[in-house]
């Protein structure tokens, strides 16, 4: 049975950091790709940043409020995945959730094509 688990949010203030984490047990994600979504309430869920397996290397790409800031990552030994956050705004304030696709390792932009999806956490920044 294949589990996301997603971790490290919390409260934080505008300006400070955060990392979160997904840790995959019973998937192997080394070919496929894998993303971070945020949802605040009563909004779509959005894509953060995203990883994607290609033979010269992981590629990345990361939603237009986020660039700059947000560092996504992963670590083949560990099975993990991380989304470092920099300059947290208030507007970054929502349920992020990792999440990776079963049959691809091209990196998708879209909820709907990842499989296998985290818990969620939360990340709340005050102003």
């Known amino acids: 049975q294949v589990r996301l688990a997603d971790s490290g949010g919390g409260l934080v203030q505008a300006g400070d950091s955060l990392t979160l984490s997904c840790v995959a047990s019973?998937?192997?994600?080394?070919?496929?790709?894998m993303g971070w979504f945020r949802q605040a309430p009563g909004k779509e869920r959005e894509f953060v940043a995203g990883?994607?397996?290609?033979?010269?290397?992981?590629?990345?790409d990361y939603g237009d409020s986020v660039k700059g800031r947000f560092t996504i990552s992963r670590d083949q030994a560990q099975n993990k995945m991380n989304l470092q956050m920099n300059s947290l705004k208030p507007d970054d304030t929502a349920v992020y959730y990792c999440?990776?696709?079963?049959?691809?390792?091209?990196?998708?932009?879209?909820?709907?094509?990842?499989?296998?999806w985290g818990q969620g956490t939360q990340v709340t920044v005050s102003s």
């Open positions: 999440a990776g696709r079963s049959t691809s390792g091209v990196l998708a932009l879209e909820a709907r094509k990842y499989t296998y």
């Open positions: 019973g998937w192997t994600f080394t070919y496929y790709a």
């Open positions: 990883i994607g397996w290609s033979r010269e290397g992981d590629v990345t």
